[in-house]
């Protein structure tokens, strides 16, 4: 495994393993992974700037949404304190 993932191995179940295996994801896939309707995974994915048309498909960056959606949490936690 690559980058820090080993450290989270005994979180992680197959369901994390095969989303990260993407670059790419749609938003179906999204909507699965984050256990979020459609519209809030919509929503998110175009504040994070992650959304990527190609032809008629259209695709979320998985990086950039992952960020955004660690950014948020972190935002969250701060305001709470």
């Known amino acids: 495994m690559s980058g820090n993932v080993w450290m989270f191995s005994d979180q992680i179940d197959d369901e994390d ?3 990260m295996t993407h670059d790419f994801v749609t938003y ?3 909507c699965d992974y984050c ?4 519209k809030p995974v ?3 994915a175009h504040e994070a700037g992650a959304v990527y048309k190609i032809g ?3 695709l979320i960056r998985r990086s950039i949404f992952e ?3 660690r950014e948020q949490r972190s935002v969250e936690r701060s305001e709470q304190e």
């Open 17 to 19: 393993v095969e989303f």
């Open 28 to 30: 179906n896939m999204a």
């Open 35 to 38: 256990r979020l309707g459609l």
């Open 42 to 44: 919509t929503r998110i």
């Open 56 to 58: 008629k498909k259209v």
């Open 67 to 69: 960020a955004y959606l």
